[in-house]
């Protein structure tokens, strides 16, 4: 029966990520323009030569005809060739993405850290000054632009105090004659500020869910019994409240991982952050049709295969959702 | 006590371990020192000349690959006064439709094979291919045929004379290496790893290309030119511009080639240890008429079509309180369909002044009197409108727009702006389909691009407005073909009075190229055409020099493994 449950989700994974890569197709080749109508925009260029290029790569064809080659594509795992990059799809995307990990990794760190600590916090001090100060700033950083957010940071610990790098996943012009330490924390310096970005925006939201958590797990009456036990405060709050009032947070952790992945589009392109964000805001703007298409999938079936996990373990963890056998 | 002191003093220990190697000296770079980071907004599509499209690859690729000759300071067209030997060492015109070349013999691939002759014949024979799809293509279409004399000497043979012969053979195409390109298909040359990491004769060596992030390049200590001044050259990829303008004034980065914000050159200006440099800018902004009604050929525009009133809406434009307010007087107003980079640049008065009172009396000659509530002029329950479409891209143009908005409105014109995102402006101003358009053009150092822009042979191609006079026709076709340049100027001239006359456009402005450089650089400076083609000459003197000029030589990059695309 979980085989058969498996197969089943299987198939609609590869559902999905088709549809994904369908619908992305359609949505970026129905848009005005084409990879190569910037070079129709230049003078320099003649006009029967852009026409011959157009026929070279079928984008004279409809839109039917050049979706039929893309799927036949696809049935051979091929992704196809950058426009843009002047290279196979599959190595830009295969670069980019660990960039991309790195990235989402350091603002789960900070939306959980952040948004779980000081909603745990508020909650257990519910209407306490710094309560209240909490709840307003997270309101601010929930309704921030993250591209506001990141030139703000930028501003504040690059141009004013010189304490951290604005750009670029290491510092390009040392690297590479640094030991593996300054390496290492070379790229945490650059990681702080688009980590902090993409996470304190998620943490701004994430605290209010975990403040209200909070105050519901410490009205429950374990929490008074544990009290009534003699037990510290602090193990009260840390034992008992926190671990109960995390459920929702692990439920928010599955729900943001395809925002992440939206916000890196805006963040990594302010930050120049090297990873598939940057990548596929770039390929939007010039048509790059297969590395969008190929971004889409990619990204799809990182949420798709998340989200299969997540569901899969659940299924094994929790009896509820088992069906009898 | 405390309940982890064992875990703590790990992490004490691994900190400072951290630190100290964080502070370890990097190896010494030993007499060829000097790094400069060069902040780009865009990644290039690729270094291979004849292949890169974008404004940074092709600079790029200007320093790792060499042209028979460059253009001087005055970037002359015209003949070849003022042009430098560079892969030429001298050349003579052996009649007036054939140039002699004389190779270095001491130019050298990166592998060591020697540059010959075979590989500017090569070169030539690939740009002027159909299959290869070169953007210079059209360029060369005057050349009937490039030979070899002997393995250092090249010849090129024009169909019939013109005075741009010497720029055509020379600007246009990059020497490649025949050996590394010769075996691979025409048609798939585009797609092989090396338009990416390509072998190159010039200054400096592809080191590194972290996709995304950055290009290094490092010097060829044996260039047969000499040793280039800096090291390493490294293109940071870097899109946003307030975090670029950060980074130059926080010192991470050396150099931005074309700060666009004016407020920025200000904040340049202003802070210790960077200079702005202005140099002469390839681009004029205009705002373009549509002498044809939007989505027609035929049928003249009902409101622009007429050249009174074009006339009156140039005159209604004060275009010098434009660029003081739009760009902080770090401009210039362009004399006609001219950027300050062409020979033919003047800076005569060419009806730049406003002259409000002279438009309104216009616009009541031709019937424009009665005004609405609005305040705009209408005849016959007409409203003196038109529609401006403006990139979304251009927060400039967006600027100016509305700025020119205003201006019109004080004499009864209503002027909608409607930003466009970039591909559906590029789309609709190819189907002619508006009234008027915020363009700019970045043109070529010849003033001839007139020709693919404003002359009636443009029509259908890249004159968007339909402007045709045969009088402007005449004159440009005559400047472009005489080779005197004072006769040339004086024809150049007549023919924008002409166009002038007739209004198609309005020539708003021309922004200064101003760059942002660190002031630890010596020798520095900027060519308008090909900005980065100057930088191999560029040097650190070493009481200036900081962390990351003493940094060792980067590794070379492998060699493109051979594979089909």
């Keep these: 029966m979980t085989g058969r449950y498996v197969a089943m989700r299987l198939i609609q994974a590869a559902v999905t990520v088709f549809l994904v890569a369908t619908l992305t197709f359609l949505a970026v080749h129905l848009a005005p323009g084409d990879p190569l109508q910037v070079l129709q925009d230049s003078p320099r260029v003649a006009a029967n030569d852009v026409a011959q290029l157009r026929r070279l790569y079928h984008l004279d064809q409809p839109v039917w005809t050049q979706y039929a080659y893309y799927v036949v594509q696809l049935a051979h795992l091929d992704l196809g060739y950058s426009f843009g990059q002047h290279r196979p799809v599959l190595d830009a995307l295969v670069e980019a993405l660990p960039a991309t990990v790195e990235l989402a990794l350091a603002a789960i760190c900070v939306m959980f850290g952040l948004g779980v600590g000081i909603g745990a916090y508020q909650g257990a001090h519910a209407n306490s000054p710094l309560d209240r100060m909490f709840s307003a700033g997270a309101l601010v950083l929930w309704a921030a632009p993250s591209f506001w957010l990141a030139l703000l940071l930028i501003v504040v610990f690059v141009e004013r105090l010189h304490l951290l790098p604005a750009v670029g996943a290491v510092d390009v012009g040392v690297y590479d004659s640094l030991g593996l330490f300054a390496q290492v924390l070379d790229r945490l310096r650059h990681l702080v500020l688009p980590g902090l970005t993409l996470g304190l925006i998620g943490a701004g939201y994430l605290s209010r869910y975990q403040r209200t958590a909070m105050r519901a797990a410490l009205s429950q009456p374990f929490v008074r019994a544990a009290r009534a036990r003699g037990l510290t405060n602090a193990t009260v709050l840390l034992r008992h409240a926190l671990r109960n009032a995390l459920l929702p947070a692990v439920a928010i952790f599955g729900v943001e991982l395809p925002s992440l992945l939206s916000g890196a589009v805006i963040v990594e392109p302010v930050f120049g952050w090297p990873g598939m964000g940057r990548l596929a805001a770039g390929a939007i703007f010039q048509r790059d049709y297969p590395l969008v298409t190929g971004a889409a999938i990619l990204a799809a079936t990182v949420v798709v295969a998340g989200t299969l996990v997540a569901d899969l373990l659940a299924h094994l963890v929790d009896p509820r959702l088992r069906t009898p056998a | ?335 006609g369909p001219i950027s300050p980079m062409e020979w033919i640049w003047s800076d005569r008065d060419t009806r730049s002044r406003a002259d409000t009172a002279a438009a309104s009396a216009a616009l009541d000659r031709l019937g424009w009197r009665e005004r609405g509530p609005d305040g705009i002029r209408r005849q016959h329950g007409r409203r003196l409108a038109f529609t401006l479409l403006v990139p979304a891209f251009s927060r400039l143009r967006i600027q100016v727009a509305d700025l020119i908005q205003d201006q019109l409105k004080r004499v009864g014109v209503a002027m909608d702006v409607q930003p466009l995102e970039a591909n559906v402006w590029i789309d609709r101003i190819q189907k002619g389909r508006f009234d008027a358009i915020f363009g700019s053009w970045s043109t070529d150092p010849t003033p001839a691009s007139v020709l693919q822009t404003w002359t009636s042979s443009g029509i259908g191609g890249y004159n968007y407005q339909h402007y045709s006079n045969p009088v402007y026709d005449r004159l440009v076709n005559q400047a472009v073909k005489t080779h005197d340049r004072a006769t040339a100027v004086a024809l150049w001239h007549e023919a924008t009075d002409t166009i002038n006359a007739d209004a198609p456009a309005i020539w708003v402005l021309s922004p200064a190229t101003v760059a942002g450089v660190s002031a630890r650089f010596t020798n520095v400076s900027f060519q308008s055409d090909q900005w980065g083609m100057t930088l191999w000459r560029w040097h650190v003197p070493r009481d200036k020099m900081i962390g990351r000029d003493s940094v060792g030589a980067l590794p070379a990059a492998a060699p493109p493994a051979p594979r089909q695309p």
């Design chain 2, 1 to 335: 006590m405390p309940r982890y002191p064992t875990a703590r003093r790990h992490v004490v220990a691994l900190l400072s371990l951290a630190l100290a190697a964080c502070g370890s000296p990097a190896r010494p770079c030993g007499t060829a020192c000097g790094t400069a980071i060069i902040l780009i907004r865009g990644e290039p599509d690729a270094l291979m000349p004849g292949v890169t499209q974008t404004t940074d690859g092709i600079a790029i690729g200007d320093l790792l690959f060499v042209k028979l000759a460059d253009m001087g300071k005055d970037l002359n067209t015209v003949g070849d006064s003022g042009f430098e030997p560079r892969l030429a060492t001298r050349w003579h015109f052996e009649d007036s439709v054939t140039i002699v070349f004389d190779l270095d013999a001491r130019a050298r691939w990166e592998d060591g094979r020697p540059v010959r002759a075979d590989d500017v014949v090569f070169s030539f024979d690939l740009f002027r291919d159909s299959l290869f799809g070169a953007p210079q293509r059209s360029s060369l279409a005057q050349i009937a045929s490039v030979t070899a004399r002997d393995s250092l000497t090249a010849v090129i043979r024009f169909r019939a004379a013109y005075p741009e012969e010497f720029y055509d053979a020379t600007y246009q195409v990059r020497i490649l290496p025949k050996h590394a390109l010769d075996s691979i298909p025409r048609g798939r040359l585009a797609q092989h790893p090396f338009v990416r990491h390509p072998m190159g004769n010039g200054p400096y060596r592809l080191a590194r290309w972290r996709a995304g992030e950055a290009i290094e390049l490092a010097a060829d200590t044996g260039f047969f030119l000499g040793r280039p001044g800096l090291s390493h050259l490294i293109w940071r990829i870097s899109p946003d511009p307030t975090a670029n303008a950060a980074q130059l004034v926080a010192g991470e980065a050396d150099v931005i080639e074309s700060l666009v914000d004016p407020t920025v050159v200000q904040r340049v200006r202003q802070t210790p240890g960077l200079a702005a440099i202005e140099y002469r800018s390839p681009v004029y902004f205009y705002v373009g008429f549509n002498l044809r009604s939007p989505g027609t050929s035929s049928v003249s525009h009902p409101l622009l079509g007429n050249r009174d009133l074009r006339r009156a809406l140039v005159q209604a434009v004060d275009r010098e309180s434009i660029v003081r307010s739009a760009l902080l007087g770090l401009g210039s107003i362009p004399p």
